[in-house]
T-cell receptor, first 116, second 117 residues
């Protein structure tokens, strides 16, 4: 079955530091890949996505590239801010058509704390 | 454009009582997903529904849990005879029709935090 392995946290960085959160996956076929962010007491917000190999998703300074050869989708940001403090989840879905493949499989989440 | 709505945001139940969690999808979305987040864990898929139809319930516990998405009104996740282990955050997500643009994107509600005492 599908699975997502995510870098364990917590991660603590100083403001303006470089961020990498590693994510690798196991899936049959060609999944779509996502990063979601969860702020305290809130639901998940879609941060960025990629639907095919070599696609780069980007949003709010965050980037991740769909690497089929390494089955990875690492999240990066060049300069983090205090407001980026949150839990980040890597996720995949099996496809857009098949009913049973549409569910999201999540990694365990990485808590990021950015200090001023 | 209103997002995914869930209520209540917080729910406290004693062991043995029933819990009903409601979810109204984003406007224009006809597909609903329920996920559970146990303390210190990631989200686990429970069930996927469209109007009047359960598409995939492979993540639902076999007993006490049920879900519906009627033709009119919100989707309901029902937990009968709750136990302490049911304490968790329950998130609903919605998406567009399969095959339409962006249909693989799921948008999440704020969640219902269930506490069983």
């Amino acid at each position: 079955g599908n699975s997502v392995t995510q870098m364990e946290g917590p991660v603590t960085l100083s403001e303006e530091a470089f961020l990498t959160i590693n994510c690798t996956y196991t899936a049959t076929g060609y999944p779509s890949l996502f990063w979601y962010v969860q702020y305290p007491g809130e639901g998940l917000q879609l941060l960025l996505k990629a639907t095919k190999a070599d696609d780069k998703g980007s949003n709010k300074g965050f980037e991740a590239t769909y690497r089929k050869e390494t089955t990875s989708f690492h999240l990066e940001k060049g300069s983090v801010q205090v407001s980026d403090s949150a839990v980040y989840f890597c996720a995949l879905s099996g496809g857009a058509i098949s009913g049973s493949a549409r569910q999201l499989t999540f990694g365990s989440g990485t808590q990021l704390t950015v200090l001023p | 454009n209103a997002g995914v709505m869930q209520n209540p945001r917080h729910l406290v139940r004693r062991r043995g009582q029933e819990a009903r969690l409601r979810c109204s999808p984003m406007k224009g979305h006809s597909h609903v997903y329920w996920y559970r987040q146990l303390p210190e864990e990631g989200l686990k898929f429970m069930v996927y529904l469209q109007k009047e139809n359960i598409i995939d319930e492979s993540g639902m516990p076999k007993e006490r849990f049920s879900a519906e998405f009627p033709k009119e009104g919100p989707s309901i996740l029902r937990i009968q005879q709750v136990v302490r282990g049911d304490s968790a955050a329950y998130f609903c997500a919605s998406s567009n029709l399969p095959g339409t643009s962006g249909s693989y994107e799921q948008y999440f509600g704020p969640g219902t935090r269930l506490t069983v005492t």
